[in-house]
Nanobody, 125 residues
Framework: VQLQASGGGLVQTGGSLRLSCAASGRTLSTYHMGWFRQGPGKEREFVAGIRRSRGITFYADSVKGRFTISRDNAENTVYLQMDSLKPEDTAVYHC???????????????????WGQGTLVTVSS
C-alpha cells in the first residue's frame, strides 16, 4: 500500500488543521492506522491510532482532547483533525499502516510497516 499525507501548513497557536492520508494499492480498511510526528531534533513519536475493526481510537496524552483520528473507508482515507494547536505540535506528521492480524493499542514505530512521506505542520506563537 502507498500512503500520501497532506494538509500541513502554518497556523497560529489555537488554530486548527486537518491532515489527510490517502491510500492507493490496497484498501485501508484492512489495516490498523496511525499518525506519528517528528519534531526538530526529536525522535518520531506516536500521536493517534485507529483500529481496523470497530474504529476504536487511542491517543498520546499530549494530544488527547485536542486531536481526533478518523477513517473513511469509502474514500480510502484516514484523517487527523487537530484543534487548539500549540507551538510544541510543530513537526512533520506521518501516517502509517499496521498489518497485524490482532487488535491492540499499537504505539511503537516498529509496529507499522508502511509509511507516508510526511507533511509539515508549523504552529507559530
Amino acid at each position: 500500500v502507498q500512503l500520501q499525507a497532506s494538509g500541513g501548513g502554518l497556523v497560529q497557536t489555537g488554530g486548527s488543521l486537518r491532515l489527510s492520508c490517502a491510500a492507493s494499492g490496497r484498501t485501508l480498511s484492512t489495516y490498523h492506522m496511525g499518525w506519528f510526528r517528528q519534531g526538530p531534533g526529536k525522535e518520531r513519536e506516536f500521536v493517534a491510532g485507529i483500529r481496523r475493526s470497530r474504529g476504536i481510537t487511542f491517543y498520546a496524552d499530549s494530544v488527547k482532547g485536542r486531536f481526533t483520528i478518523s477513517r473513511d473507508n469509502a474514500e480510502n482515507t484516514v484523517y487527523l483533525q487537530m484543534d487548539s494547536l500549540k507551538p510544541e505540535d510543530t513537526a512533520v506528521y506521518h501516517c502509517a499502516a499496521n498489518t497485524y492480524s490482532s487488535d491492540g493499542y499499537y504505539r511503537a514505530v516498529s509496529q507499522y510497516s508502511y509509511w507516508g512521506q510526511g507533511t509539515l505542520v508549523t504552529v507559530s506563537s
